[in-house]
Structure formats: C-alpha cells, structure tokens
C-alpha cells in the first residue's frame, strides 16, 4: 500500500457514533464500547499520522497514545461535536506533538530531519510506490508540520474544510490559504525534479 494512497471515504456513520456514546456513558458497556470504537477509527487514524509521521512503528506508538488519551478523556467528550471530530483532534494534536518532541530530541537541524524522513521513505518496507508517488512523498516532507496535515486532510482524506477546522480550530479562510499554498509550493517541487 502505498504510503499517502487516497482512501475510500467512509459513509458518515453518525448515529453509529451516538449509539457508541451512549454505550460509552454505561458502566457495564464501556468497555465493549471503546473496543469498537477502536475498532472502529483505529485504521483510519494511523493512516492520518502514518502519513505525518512516516515512519511505522512511530505511528502505532502515536496511535496507541491517542486511543489511551480517548479513554481517558471519554467524560470530557461534550456531544456538541461528532465523535470522530474529536478523535481526530486528538489525534492530530499527538501527532504534531511526537514530531516537535523528535525534533527537538534529535541533535538536528531542520532540514536534516526532513532528510530522515525521506530516508524513511526510500528504505521502509511497508512503503511503496512509483517515481511520482515517491516525489510527491518527498515533497510533502518539505511543508511546515500544519501545512502538510491540512494538504493531508484535503486531499488524501478528502475532508470538507468545516471537519478540519473543527479537528485544527483553525478558520476555513485559513485552512484554504494554507492548502492553496501547500499546493503551489508542492507543484514548484515536482516541476522542478
């Protein structure tokens, strides 16, 4: 598969979603509950910080402190946002938290981060892909952390701007400017190889 493939958006399962909150809410469903609610959005939200993060172990360890926030946090879950809203805010928020928490950790420059990254992409085996695909990849690595995730949202996710400015609590008018630049900047790259 490869790394930053389109996916098949998913029907809007909301009243799914108020029959996990429900449950949630019960003592003795809880735990059933949160099993499918796992189950659920797990494979989705790896794919949302596999594609930030690139590398796979450091995604299932994200993915697995994000599912452990959503536990924790499941009394704090106020209904006036959709469930996977909220998991992806979370989610989003780990994801670019592990990546300051790299940088920083690390004894690199910006740049040979980046490096690192793209390195990861020519040599992980769970990666794959054609000389455009792997391009396009590449040039991703090169956008600020919030640009690519907005660039990652629109266009492989597919998100409408009003879900990721409730995931980001950034304004659609922001969120379209940023996406409108990742683009150029992204078309620059791949014009120029």
Known sequence: MVLLSKQVEATDNY???Q???EKLSGEETRNFAFN???RKYQERIYWHIRKMVVDHDDADDVVQEVFIKVWKNLNRFRADSRL???IYRIA???CLNF???KRRASFFSISDFEDTLVSKLDHHVHIDGDHIEMALQKALLTLPDKQRLVFNMKYFDDMKYD???EITGTSVGSLKASYHHAVKKIENLLNND
């Open 15 to 17: 009243l799914e979603d």
């Open 19 to 21: 029959e996990l909150i």
């Open 36 to 38: 499918q609610l796992v």
């Open 84 to 86: 996977y809203t909220w």
């Open 92 to 94: 989003t928020n780990e």
């Open 99 to 101: 990546l300051k928490k």
């Open 163 to 165: 879900d990721i400015s």
